[in-house]
């Protein structure tokens, strides 16, 4: 049985994802997070941050004078106890710091936390620093001091008494030179989204987070969820994700029939995008060179473009009930920056769209996108793009070598559909068959040439094989 981990990340939540058996449909245990804004005594909240903030100061140069020390032991618990014996006195340990009286009635699970978190910039610093060492280039590594962290709140010591009838929750604050308990209002459509969507799954413990002037809980919950198993896979929704048209899908199954196409473009947003950009420019050209709060809106817009791209990707598959969502796999490192893509959310819509899938037991994969614009799906061969026709054609418009003028995006779907099939056809199949296979569609060996008339010939070749065999 093979274990495997996959984290994704998405703005305000961390999606945990352990597959536990890839083949007959992969069990996994998702972990999502949800904030709920906090109302109440602000000023305890940001007295208790502050305090943790500077004990998480104070711990980084202990934790780093001490390094050598601390290599030695293995495991990481081993690490946390013996910086806990040098910080803080008990009735058979004498601590070598002063760490309590600079903290004092600092709760226990908060001083865990900050040695947790000093210990991981630790090691993250020591690594670096070890890289560059071996690679001396540019600037060395420095170690920050100053971080701004957000302490998790275990239950009973920290947090208690969460009540989404009541819409409150009990929180441990710094107040009047005293950690106590402080009671805390939650909004009622965070608590009417708990009970429709949460309290099914199983609730962990708290993050205190800041944003801007309001203050939040970040709960994380775990469900599990059973992915579909990979022998059933019949029906697939192939994305390309385009510059010009937000997104481009077409249903597909292992045949290579196109059941449905839709182009997804957010015109509006794009408008609205556009004008800030333009804001900016007459701002720079009045002398004005910062411009935070048109930045930051620009920023908004781009990101709300990119969730918008994968929540219509998705009801579109689910609509048509696809197996799994395929999309190209985009790497721009290292390659020359496209002006156009500079606010090209790709990462983001990959990652919202895959937690959304995974929640629902869908899958999600991604091919070689090279090429998958430029070969006509037909099999004719290279085509023609943009000026390369007509100096006033759309970059859109594709051209055939057998004069067929088709959109490139569209005709991009088909060949990444294609290119799935046929990895998934050629992954089932023995080794024999295999080359036998790739004898008669030499074009499927290599994964940056596959079309959809790859992929049908495949299929044609493959009945012929099977049926040869079972004589």
């Known amino acids: 049985m093979n274990f495997d981990k996959i984290i994704v990340e998405s703005f305000n939540s961390l999606t945990t994802y352990r597959i536990i058996n890839r083949k007959e449909g992969a069990k996994m245990r998702l972990t999502t997070s949800y904030k709920m804004k906090l109302t109440g005594d602000f000023e305890a909240l940001k007295a208790s941050l502050s305090i943790y903030r500077k004990a998480l100061t104070y711990l980084i140069p202990i934790i780093n004078n001490a390094w050598e020390d601390l290599s030695q032991y293995e495991f990481a618990n081993q690490k946390y106890s013996q910086i806990e014996k040098w910080i803080h006195s008990t009735q058979n340990n004498r601590a070598q710091f002063d760490f309590d009286q600079q903290f004092p009635k600092l709760p226990s699970y908060l001083r865990r936390s900050a040695i947790a978190t000093a210990l991981g910039i630790v090691s993250s610093y020591r690594s670096n620093l070890a890289n560059w060492e071996a690679n001396p280039e540019g600037k060395a590594p420095k170690l920050q001091l100053i971080h701004y962290d957000y302490p998790a709140y275990y239950k009973g010591n920290l947090f208690k008494n969460f009540d989404p009838i009541r819409q409150t929750i009990e929180l441990k604050v710094f107040k009047n030179g005293d950690w106590v308990f402080e009671q805390y209002r ?93 804001r900016i420019k007459r701002n720079q050209k009045r002398g004005s060179l910062h411009n935070k709060a048109l930045w930051r809106k620009v920023s908004g817009i781009s990101q709300d473009v990119a969730d918008k791209t994968a929540r219509a990707i998705f009801e579109f598959g689910k609509e048509h009930g696809v197996d799994v969502f ?75 070598t057998t004069g067929k003028f088709y959109n490139a995006d569209l005709n991009a779907s088909y060949n990444i559909g294609s290119r799935f099939f046929i990895r998934h056809i050629l992954k089932t199949v023995t080794v024999t068959q295999r080359l036998a296979l790739e004898a008669k569609v030499p074009q499927v060996a290599k994964r940056s040439t596959c079309t959809l008339s790859d992929l049908i010939n495949l299929r044609s070749e493959l009945a012929v094989l099977t049926t040869r065999t079972q004589a």
């Open 186 to 278: 939650l909004k009622q459509s965070d608590c009417t989204y708990y009970k429709r969507y949460l309290t099914d799954k199983k609730q962990n413990v708290p993050i205190l987070q800041k944003k801007g002037r309001r203050f939040y809980a970040t709960f994380s919950y775990e469900e599990k969820t059973v992915l579909v198993p990979e022998e059933s896979i019949n029906k697939i929704c192939a994305v390309d994700l385009g510059l010009e048209t937000d997104a481009t899908c077409s249903i597909m199954d292992k045949d290579g029939t196109v059941y449905a196409r839709k182009f997804i473009s957010f015109s509006t947003e794009h408008d609205r995008l556009h004008t800030q950009l333009g």
């Open 326 to 400: 395929v999309l190209e796999y985009l790497d721009f490192k290292g390659k020359k920056a496209v002006k156009r893509a500079h606010f090209w959310r790709y990462k983001r819509i990959y990652k919202i769209l895959t937690q959304k899938a995974h929640q629902y037991g869908l899958r999600i994969s991604r091919v070689n996108a090279r090429y998958t614009s430029r070969l006509a799906f037909d099999g004719s061969g290279w085509s023609k793009r943009g000026r390369e026709i007509a100096p006033d054609t759309p970059y859109s418009i594709l051209q055939f």
